[in-house]
């Protein structure tokens, strides 16, 4: 429980995390629980400018404290006013969310009266308490949600899953997309074939495959990504059969975070790598199929019941490894090894389930653990069919 002399002193809250899409959408649970804890206190996310469109718009913040990490303030100079920028604003708890050298510093050198979360050696000796972020054996939303049970600093968790909130704005530039695009009534099928890593991306001829079979049973297609994602896609679309087709569409590099929600709360499935995307879908509450090769099942698979990850069957999984050290065929065999069928088979169960209500999903308070298909498991069963016919 938390210590109600303490609970008192915290009206000026900042929480932290730097780091990419993925990783801050996991942290909005966090504010939503701060929130109700600390109804009446002020409470602070810094983030990347970069990914400003994630969190400003947040209901459960009263502030967004923007870093220029890449610009800037990626200088000595810079992220020391930077630092003097957040001193300047007597914080009384900060809360730092990810354990790299510049967070580490920030939570450190902020001032403030009580430090707590993830921290840099070195760095942790200015913090009040340090703890492990266990993503490798549960998932970062909870390794998050124990920081703030064991420091003391909440009562209770109000977890309301991955939330996103968008302007009317955006979605009206999304909606003038969607119209323009697509037919009236036309199922959408989102696909994201990018990822921060090498090992985490599925083949393009698979995603190649997909897209064709989905076309085929009449379904449009919509590649997503970010603007280091435009060569990767025009790849995946030259080895389409169909890649001339009226019901292919390609959004890579042309949007807005903002947007891209937008287009994904009107689609009728998403498929896509672990990546940044897949979890603002989480947050727009589309269904969603994945694919895990190297990234750890327990950390990061897609916060919510009705989405589908389908795990490698390869026994290196997770490696963890940004580029993968084998050779010949079995380089990237963790991949290889997930195959279109599979993929198909569990996206058209989607479909068949959610497709009729794209945009207009109920969410589900508290239900939050995907289905995992084991592919060793699943390669077993499958074959024990085969040998009973």
Not at 324 to 345: A, N, Q, S, T
Request: glycine content about 6%; hydrophobic content about 40%; overall charge negative.
């Amino acid at each position: 429980m938390a210590d109600a002399a303490n609970t008192a002193k915290y009206k000026n809250i900042l929480v932290i995390n730097l780091m990419h899409i993925g990783d801050l959408m996991l942290v909005t649970p966090v504010l939503r629980t701060l929130r109700a804890n600390y109804p009446q206190s002020r409470i602070t996310l810094l983030a990347d400018l970069k990914l400003r469109d994630l969190v400003e718009h947040n209901k459960w913040i009263d502030d967004c404290m923007l870093i220029d990490k890449k610009g800037k303030d990626d200088h000595l100079l810079n992220f020391i006013k930077f630092i003097m920028k957040i001193r300047n604003t007597h914080f009384d708890l900060v809360i730092n969310l990810h354990r790299n050298e510049r967070a580490s510093a920030l939570a450190a050198f902020s001032g403030a009266n009580r430090v707590i979360g993830y921290a840099k050696p070195g760095f942790s000796f200015f913090f009040s308490d340090v703890f492990p972020n266990k993503k490798a054996v549960e998932h970062q939303i909870q390794s998050h949600f124990e920081v703030l049970l064991r420091s003391g600093v909440v009562d209770h968790i109000d977890d309301g899953g991955l939330e996103m909130w968008i302007t009317p704005e955006d979605d009206q530039k999304a909606q003038k997309l969607w119209d323009e695009h697509f037919a009236p009534g036309r199922k959408v099928v989102a696909l994201n074939i990018g990822a921060s890593w090498e090992t985490k991306r599925w083949l393009d001829t698979y995603f190649a495959d997909v897209a064709d079979d989905l076309i085929e049973h009449g379904y449009a297609i919509a590649f997503y990504g970010g603007p280091g994602d435009t060569g990767i896609v025009r790849a995946c679309i030259d080895k389409m059969a169909h890649h001339n087709s009226p019901e292919l569409h390609v959004f890579t590099g042309k949007l807005s975070l903002a947007v891209l929600a937008g287009m994904l709360k009107r689609s009728a499935l998403f498929i896509t790598t672990d990546s940044g995307p897949m979890h603002v879908g989480v947050a727009m509450n589309v269904p969603i199929v994945t694919m895990f090769g190297s990234s750890p099942v327990p950390g990061f698979y897609p916060y919510d019941e009705k989405d589908v990850l389908i795990k490698t069957p390869e026994k290196c999984h997770p490696c963890g490894i940004h580029v993968c050290p084998r050779k010949g065929e079995e380089f990237m065999g963790c991949m290889k090894h997930i195959k279109p069928d599979v993929v198909l088979r569990y996206a058209y169960r989607l479909l068949d389930t959610y497709g009729d209500s794209a945009g207009a999903q109920p969410a589900h308070y508290g239900q939050y653990h995907c289905e995992v298909i084991d592919l060793a498991e699943y390669m077993k069963h499958e074959s024990h069919l085969k040998d009973r016919i």
